[in-house]
């Protein structure tokens, strides 16, 4: 079945670096764009990245844009956060979903249980 | 960055209610907004995209109506498993934004 498992989450210090990687199986990975989520602690959702079928492009939240990297690997079926520069406030769960394309309208079908990090010293 | 805001943030309601909640974009986002529902420790799941339209295997009562800056999602009947957080989301551009979220309770 269609599934998205990511991991890599972890304890990390303020400026510390954490790479998160997500498995995607039950389809054909590189038909479809990807994206990064997360949810701090008693927040809402916040959209993070996404990044086109090829990897060629990749968009950015302002929040994250020159520390966090999108990045994937379409013979492995793996998509990857790369995140640096790590603040307190970036403590959440961080969810990879796929992005399910309707006329010009992208919206995340398939979401992952999430990974937590934890940024604290 | 287009805001989205929900309303309410929090609703309390019986099992068999009829539920509304409103998402106001900050501009027209035509039908370019989609609604999720999450659940504590839960994957989020996709309930209705482009405004209106439900998502293979999501329950009938649930649906969607509205166009540029005013969108609902409203349940027909409101069941014990429909407790949860209610997230709309715009998907006109990037960067993608969601609402702040509505927490259905029962």
């Known amino acids: 079945q269609l599934q998205l498992v990511e991991s890599g989450g972890g304890l990390v210090k303020p400026g510390g670096t954490l790479r998160l990687s997500c498995a995607a199986s039950?389809?054909?990975?590189?038909?479809?764009?990807m994206t990064w989520i997360r949810q701090a602690p008693g927040k809402g959702l916040e959209w993070l990245c996404q990044i086109t079928s090829s990897g060629k492009t990749q968009y950015y939240a302002e929040s994250v844009k020159g520390r966090f990297t999108i990045s994937r690997d379409n013979a492995k079926s793996l998509l990857y956060l790369q995140m640096n520069s790590l603040g307190v406030e970036e403590t959440a769960i961080y969810y990879c979903?796929?992005?399910?394309?309707?006329?010009?309208?992208?919206?995340?079908?398939?979401w992952g249980k999430g990974t937590t990090v934890t940024v604290s010293s | 960055d287009i805001q989205m805001t929900q309303s309410p943030s929090t609703l309390s309601a019986s099992v068999g209610d009829r539920v509304t909640i409103t998402c106001r974009a900050s501009q027209s986002i035509s039908k370019s907004l989609n609604w999720y529902q999450h659940k504590p420790a839960k994957a989020p799941k996709v309930l209705i995209y482009?405004?209106?339209n439900l998502q293979s295997g999501v329950p009938s009562r649930f649906s969607g109506s509205g166009s540029g800056t005013d969108f609902t999602l409203t349940i027909s009947s409101l069941q014990p498993d429909d407790s949860a957080t209610y997230y709309c989301q715009q998907g006109y551009v990037t960067p993608v934004t969601f609402g702040g979220g509505t927490k259905v309770e029962i």
């Open positions: 482009a405004a209106s």
């Open positions: 979903a796929r992005l399910q394309k309707y006329q010009l309208l992208l919206y995340m079908d398939v």
């Open positions: 039950g389809f054909t990975f590189d038909d479809y764009y």
